[in-house]
């Protein structure tokens, strides 16, 4: 399991967060738990996709906290509209995109997928300890993404039996360049392991393990370690409960 990373943010520079729930009394624990930290803030609330969208026009954050299953625009639609702006806006061509955390439940797990192809860089369970919420926030900001806690990969896991069947018509191209070094590497990714602890397993220098990481990603063509994770699941190249 991936470390809790130090707080990126300062009492001076907050981390800017966005809650976009359509159950308010979700959103006002939420806020409770994450206005608590002197490193974390909440900028934006929003119950549904649209009024998220049009709320971030106007307000930079830097993570938001997505949930799925809203009214109008669901949390898959607005997740790929927000990342979308990884270039900026017309507007204002220098703006970051948020990074994205989906909120959800196991009986979302087609979605959670389409989310996370759709750009975001994760997703907690909503009954998630309030730590590891913490934790998935100052984590993606860093960019990074949130696969490693139990409940997290436990859900990967799950949400492969809505996938299709492993057969060459579905294996990424880029599965087939990588090197043995980097699919022992995805394997671990895909495990829930840090690159400190994959490191450990390989014996290798974790600045080694990050090169091996960066060239994954950039022979699967994928955005951060989640969607390497869910590249690798869908080749088959890991199984649940392997």
Do not use: C, W
Not at 91 to 99: F, I, T
Request: hydrophobic share 45%.
């Amino acid at each position: 399991m991936t470390s809790d990373p130090a707080p990126t943010g300062s009492v001076g520079t907050p981390i800017r967060v966005a809650l976009v729930d359509d159950q308010q009394l979700v959103r006002a624990g939420f806020r409770m738990v994450i206005d608590s930290q002197p490193d974390l803030e909440v900028l934006v609330e929003a119950g549904d996709g649209h009024e998220a969208l049009r709320r971030l026009a106007a307000v930079e954050v830097d993570v938001v906290m997505m949930d799925v299953r809203m009214p109008h625009l669901d949390g898959l639609a607005a997740t790929a509209r927000l990342t979308a702006q990884a270039g900026g806006t017309a507007s204002d061509p220098a703006r970051r995109a948020p990074r994205v955390i989906v909120l959800t439940t196991f009986d979302l797990d087609e979605y959670v997928l389409a989310a996370i192809k759709a750009g975001a860089s994760g997703f907690l369970l909503k009954d998630a300890p309030p730590e590891e919420m913490l934790a998935a926030i100052r984590t993606v900001h860093a960019g990074d993404a949130v696969i490693a806690p139990s409940s997290t990969r436990r859900l990967l896991e799950h949400l492969v039996t809505a996938l299709p069947d492993a057969d060459a018509q579905h294996v990424h191209p880029g599965l087939a360049e990588l090197t043995d070094r980097e699919r022992e590497v995805l394997v671990l990714m895909a495990r829930g392991r840090s690159n400190t602890e994959i490191g450990s397993d390989l014996f290798v220098a974790e600045a080694t393990v990050k090169t091996h990481v960066g060239r994954i990603l950039s022979k699967l063509g994928a955005r951060d370690r989640v969607q390497a994770v869910v590249t690798a699941y869908e080749g088959g190249l890991v199984r649940p409960g392997a």
